[in-house]
């Protein structure tokens, strides 16, 4: 817990998992003065269990804690309490394939008052979850929905921070995806000719067939993804050329449509990286080329993952021990 007065994070515990009581007034219930963080923690071959980048998540979380008028928790403070929760019962660990414990750091402001302001009381706790894969098994190109009648996050708003209302913003988007039979629903900045932003819950990659890999720039409105970082890490490994840059829904059309555009793919911790087949839109499909034998979105994924699951070296010390 943390309280202005003084500035103090105290009172640090674990405890049983089980419903939290909030004073009906707490304004994280009216204002939603919330941030959260997803990471997860894989069991190695040889029993230990490891997390990926976790001090960039603890970042990206204070980053969100001041976007949202919230007290930033110290780094090591982050770390440990990822390290505690999973030292409490190890066994919690799947070792399943592709399995994972999820982890949710999230903070939400506690104190009880019906102004609007920042609040003065807040509460920092973390919950986790066994999760399998994010898409089912096996790995085959998912659709996503163009959003168009509803926006994600506009400049200035809150696009880059992950708290909760971003989310709560794109519910509505993300049913009328499945609605359509999509997975996802993809993001545009429709006052910036259309470009490309990212998924619901993804960063998006285009792979083109001169070699080079497009992803949008980070532009104020979309998240900071870790994997994102961590694909463009890998991919500048190779030799590729990376472009970050302003890649419209025309230039994607374009690009589909004469022969330019070789993968697309999306990424994040929940589902690492999966191939998207086709992107469903009012005024005409998108589809992707046939996903090659040889192709880079599987074998950047099969390189991600293995080095959060301990199969392929870490070669960036990206890795932290949690147990
Ligand atoms: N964009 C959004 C909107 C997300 O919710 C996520 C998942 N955190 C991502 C991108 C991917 O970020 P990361 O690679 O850090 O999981």
């Known amino acids: 817990n943390h309280t202005s007065d003084g500035g103090r994070w105290s009172n640090a515990r674990i405890e049983a998992y089980g419903p939290i009581s909030l004073d009906p007034a707490a304004s994280v219930l009216h204002y939603g003065q919330e941030i959260f963080e997803g990471l997860k923690a894989y069991r190695h071959a040889d029993g230990t269990v490891w997390t ?16 949202l008028a919230l007290p930033e928790l110290p780094v090591e ?23 994972a414990l999820y982890l949710r750091p999230f903070m939400i402001a506690t104190e009880a008052f019906l102004g609007v302001r920042p609040a003065r009381e807040v509460s920092y706790r973390l919950i986790a979850s066994p999760a399998g894969n994010y898409f089912g098994g096996e790995l085959k190109p998912v659709s996503i929905w163009l959003a168009t009648k509803y926006a994600r996050a506009g400049r200035g708003g809150t696009g880059e921070a992950k708290c909760g209302g971003n989310y709560a913003a794109s519910l509505a988007a993300q049913l009328e995806a499945e609605e359509n039979g999509c997975q996802q629903v993809l993001f545009l900045d429709p006052f910036n000719d259309n470009a490309v932003e990212e998924l619901g819950g993804m960063n998006v990659f285009f792979v083109m067939a001169d070699g080079t ?26 030799g590729l050329k ?47 080329p046939a996903l090659p034998q040889e192709s880079l979105t599987l074998s950047i994924r099969e390189q991600l993952l293995g080095i959060q699951t301990g199969a392929v070296a870490d070669q960036h010390g990206w890795l932290t021990r949690l147990a």
């Not at 603890?58 to 969100?64: I, K, L, M, Q, V």
């Not at 403070?77 to 399995?99: I, M, N, Q």
């Not at 890999?213 to 190779?238: E, F, M």
């Not at 374009?254 to 993968?263: D, H, M, V, Y």
């Open 77 to 99: 403070a982050f770390v440990t309490s990822l390290k505690e929760l999973v030292a409490a019962d190890r066994a919690w660990v799947p070792s399943g394939d592709g399995e």
């Open 242 to 288: 990376v472009e970050e840059r302003k890649f419209t829904l025309d230039e994607w059309r374009r690009a589909a449509e004469n022969g330019q555009l070789r993968e697309v793919f999306a990424c994040g911790t929940a589902a690492v990286i999966t191939p998207i087949g086709l992107l469903k839109t009012t005024e005409g499909d998108i589809a992707s």
């Open 52 to 67: 990926f980048r976790p001090e960039a998540n603890a970042e990206r979380f204070n980053a969100s804690a001041r976007r």
């Open 213 to 238: 890999v497009v992803t949008p720039a980070l532009n104020g409105n979309i998240l900071h993804g870790i994997t994102r970082a961590s694909v463009i890490q890998l991919l500048k490994d190779r």
